[in-house]
């Protein structure tokens, strides 16, 4: 069924039975990981490399575990284990943000987007993981339970590939990145 009817008063839940506000922090976050989720299947699409497809696919995989946790956890969901992440999920982020800088060295400028097209869905949907980091820690705030800190690093080192992958999709491209002139 694609439909319900059961959130056409602004309240819904997450599979506990427990009926929250659409408006509810948890919603919010799991809405914007979503998003996010959602924006990368649209990148692994484009004209991007191989490895960076292979990436974003494990990504997405791990974003689903987030959601889990967020539904599980913040909602109070008694019916299953919540899912982790693997305790190395942070450490394979970085060991690959610290490969893409070997070969792409990180400018200490601004830039302004677009130099690609690869590089500019890249970017774009670094500024929805932070969106969705943002929420995700809002979310946390408000929360008697609280979320297993690796998924907030995991997602805090999220952006940080998406802007070291875009950076490295430039290189492969041969394209400048043009830098603000605040004229």
């Not at 292979?54 to 575990?65: G, N, P």
Request: aromatic fraction near 4%; include cysteine; glycine fraction near 6%.
């Amino acid at each position: 069924m694609f439909y319900t009817r059961k959130g056409d008063k602004g309240v819904c839940d997450l599979g506990s039975g427990k009926r929250v506000p659409k408006t509810d922090a948890a919603i919010a976050a799991v809405g914007a990981v979503d998003e996010l989720n959602s924006l990368l299947g649209l990148v692994r699409n484009q004209r991007i490399s191989a490895h960076a497809k292979h990436l974003l696919f494990t990504v997405q995989e791990r974003l689903f575990i987030i959601q889990a946790q967020i539904a599980i956890l913040m909602m109070g969901e008694k019916k299953g284990i919540s899912p982790s992440l693997p305790n190395n999920a942070v450490e394979e982020l970085e060991t690959i943000v610290d490969g893409i800088e070997q070969s792409v060295k990180p400018g200490k400028h601004f830039i302004i987007p677009g130099a690609c097209e690869a590089s500019a869905w890249l970017d774009c949907a670094r500024t929805i993981a932070r969106r969705a980091e943002l929420a995700v820690i809002v979310c946390n705030q408000k929360s008697k339970k609280k979320l297993d800190p690796l998924a907030l690093m995991y997602l805090n080192r999220l952006s940080s590939l998406l802007y070291a992958l875009a950076r490295a999709e430039v290189k492969r491209a041969k394209k400048k990145e043009p830098r603000p002139s605040y004229r």
